[in-house]
């Protein structure tokens, strides 16, 4: 997102090529990179930046992550992608810095003309964050709302907390939902659809960990 002082980063992929070489095709503001949250596929490319903001309770996460780097590097080789020609996955290191700003829920950033809110969605793990811009009325969710399969399965997720901040997204007044997976700039009525999901989950007593995959017309649910 660009505004008219500096421009903001929405995670940075999964690092397997520069990332900063097509950011500077598009722009020469100042950049600032929001993480969504910490898991290895939107921290990547971090290392091409200064200015790495993230939610102070996956801080720390930034410094040391949580799995192991064969764990990682398992699931680069699992994603049905082909790599770069130069990328060599024995040089792959997760990124580990100590960030640069602490972002909170109701924070905003203004990067000029452009105020973008930070939005605390806790669930799919537990800073998770979506930024609304909110005069375009765009939401970037992560890994909140996407086509595909929504992830409350691992330890550090929380399919209570999910629900709550799918009901706290759907209050906002939205144009586009961005997600962080899958297609971009999908039907907002994905929102309303994913929490009536939970809210039948939660109904039958099933919005907690138990290993199921409940399926829908365009997601799924992982619990
Ligand atoms: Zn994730
Ligand atoms: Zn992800």
Redesign the pocket.
């Given at each position: 997102m660009l505004g008219k002082e500096k421009a903001l980063l929405i995670d940075t992929g999964l690092g397997i090529s520069n990332i900063k070489e097509e950011i500077d095709k598009i722009t020469t503001l100042p950049i600032i990179v929001a993480t969504t949250h910490v898991?290895w596929?939107?921290i990547g490319g971090h290392k091409y930046f200064d200015n790495i903001a993230v939610h102070k309770l996956e801080k720390d996460w930034l410094i040391k992550f949580t799995l192991s780097l064969t764990a990682v590097k398992n699931n680069l080789l699992k994603k049905p992608c082909d790599f770069p020609e130069n990328f060599d996955i024995s040089k792959y290191k997760i990124y580990s810095k100590n960030p640069t700003t602490i972002l909170n829920d109701n924070d905003i950033v203004d990067l000029g003309n452009r105020k973008i809110k930070v939005i605390h969605t806790p669930g799919h793990s537990p800073g998770h964050l979506c930024f609304y811009d909110i005069e375009n009325k765009y939401l970037f969710t992560g890994?909140l709302v996407y086509y595909g399969k929504l992830d409350v399965y691992y330890p550090t997720t929380d399919p209570v907390n999910f629900k709550n901040s799918i009901e706290k997204i759907r209050k906002l007044d939205i144009n586009k939902v961005l997600p962080?997976?899958y297609k971009l700039n999908i039907s907002t009525n994905i929102i309303d659809k994913i929490y009536d999901a939970l809210i039948k989950l939660q109904k039958d007593d099933n919005l907690k960990q138990s290993g199921r995959i409940y399926k829908y017309a365009d997601f799924s649910i992982h619990v």
């Amino acid at each position: 997102m660009l505004g008219k002082e500096k421009a903001l980063l929405i995670d940075t992929g999964l690092g397997i090529s520069n990332i900063k070489e097509e950011i500077d095709k598009i722009t020469t503001l100042p950049i600032i990179v929001a993480t969504t949250h910490v898991h290895w596929d939107h921290i990547g490319g971090h290392k091409y930046f200064d200015n790495i903001a993230v939610h102070k309770l996956e801080k720390d996460w930034l410094i040391k992550f949580t799995l192991s780097l064969t764990a990682v590097k398992n699931n680069l080789l699992k994603k049905p992608c082909d790599f770069p020609e130069n990328f060599d996955i024995s040089k792959y290191k997760i990124y580990s810095k100590n960030p640069t700003t602490i972002l909170n829920d109701n924070d905003i950033v203004d990067l000029g003309n452009r105020k973008i809110k930070v939005i605390h969605t806790p669930g799919h793990s537990p800073g998770h964050l979506c930024f609304y811009d909110i005069e375009n009325k765009y939401l970037f969710t992560g890994d909140l709302v996407y086509y595909g399969k929504l992830d409350v399965y691992y330890p550090t997720t929380d399919p209570v907390n999910f629900k709550n901040s799918i009901e706290k997204i759907r209050k906002l007044d939205i144009n586009k939902v961005l997600p962080g997976h899958y297609k971009l700039n999908i039907s907002t009525n994905i929102i309303d659809k994913i929490y009536d999901a939970l809210i039948k989950l939660q109904k039958d007593d099933n919005l907690k960990q138990s290993g199921r995959i409940y399926k829908y017309a365009d997601f799924s649910i992982h619990v």
